[in-house]
């Protein structure tokens, strides 16, 4: 397994395990960056992915109940909003050549967006939430977060070069469905 595919470790609760994705998800936009050819297209499908764990997990577990808190609406719509953005511009990029000079252009627009996002989440979010969930239920989505990211699939389209198009248009669907039901069977469980 290599440096891009490892998943997040973390012994902690969800939010642990959510703030530490947020690291990587910025080291994984630093090796885009800063490298080409086989191992930026390699960083860009690992960061999609990660990207489409992430923002799944958050969606089923970290709004929702941000929601409940006083002033939580408001919140909640403007994170969703940033997460439409970022995914709009991710589709734009995934059609493109990495090795395109447009693509890193892209990329540092989508960067800043996505950690100025992440910090939004960290400070208004995050912490909240442990007042909102038992301990146990709070190790339980960790648990499933991370046995999705583990078990999803990691090469979009195994044995095509080319497999930097379209990650987006089908297999990520497939990532973003294991998490929601992984994470829909811990909640069941309690
Ligand atoms: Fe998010
Ligand atoms: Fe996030």
């Not at 860009?44 to 929702?64: C, K, M």
């Not at 693509?103 to 442990?130: C, G, I, N, P, Q």
């Amino acid at each position: 397994m290599s440096a891009t595919t490892t998943p997040v470790e973390s012994t902690g609760d969800v939010i642990d395990l959510l703030r530490a994705q947020h690291g990587r998800i910025r080291d994984l936009f630093d090796l885009v960056m800063h490298s080409d050819g086989r191992e930026r297209k390699e960083a860009f499908q690992a960061l999609v992915r990660l990207l489409a764990v992430h923002e799944t997990a958050e969606e089923e577990i970290v709004h929702p109940a941000a929601r409940r808190l006083p002033g939580g609406d408001g919140i909640v719509d403007d994170r969703l909003s940033e997460e439409r953005e970022a995914k709009e511009l991710l589709s734009e990029l995934d059609g493109m050549d990495t090795d395109d000079p447009r693509f890193l252009k892209s990329l540092d627009k989508l960067r800043m967006d996505v950690l100025t996002h992440a910090r939004a989440e960290e400070r208004y979010e995050f912490d909240r939430l442990r007042d909102q969930f038992s301990p146990t239920q709070l190790k339980g989505f960790a648990a499933a977060v991370r046995a999705a990211e583990a078990t999803a699939p990691t090469h979009p389209h195994p044995g095509v070069e080319s497999a930097s198009k379209n990650l987006l248009a089908g297999p990520m669907v497939a990532v973003v469905d294991r998490v929601r039901d992984m994470i829909r069977d811990a909640r069941g469980k309690d």
